[in-house]
């Protein structure tokens, strides 16, 4: 399987930008989805941004216009450009990587925590 390790978490204020990245250690290849989601406190994780293997994105609405999920394929790196940051956005961003064929596994990062304040 494949280890993904995130990065560019922090401390920003409303209105501000942060670029989260991915790195992904191991053969990413065949069909797969990479993905970002987030946790907040007493919340359930849920879906921030969706990047497949073809380059087709997927967005939640709260983050659609703000966010762009984009990948490197050389570097084996997938980036989340976190733009427009609001308080709503706090939360510990989590890297995922649902891969499909011919391998079928699951592998999520340790997370990186955003946290948007004045």
């Known amino acids: 399987q494949v280890q993904l390790v995130e990065s560019g978490g922090g401390l920003v204020q409303p209105g501000g930008s942060l670029r989260l990245s991915c790195a992904a250690f191991?053969?990413?290849?065949?069909?797969?989805?990479m993905g970002w989601y987030r946790q907040a406190p007493g919340k359930q994780r849920e879906l921030v941004a969706q990047?497949?293997?073809?380059?087709?994105?997927n967005y939640a609405d709260s983050v659609r216009g703000r966010f762009i999920i984009s990948k490197d394929n050389a570097m084996n790196t997938v980036y989340l450009q976190m733009n427009r940051l609001n308080p709503e956005d706090t939360a510990v961003y989590y890297c995922?990587?649902?891969?499909?064929?011919?391998?079928?596994?699951?592998?999520w990062g340790q997370g990186t925590q955003v946290s948007v304040s004045p």
């Open positions: 995922n990587l649902d891969s499909r064929f011919p391998d079928t596994y699951i592998s």
């Open positions: 990047i497949t293997s073809g380059g087709g994105t």
């Open positions: 191991g053969r990413i290849f065949g069909t797969y989805v």
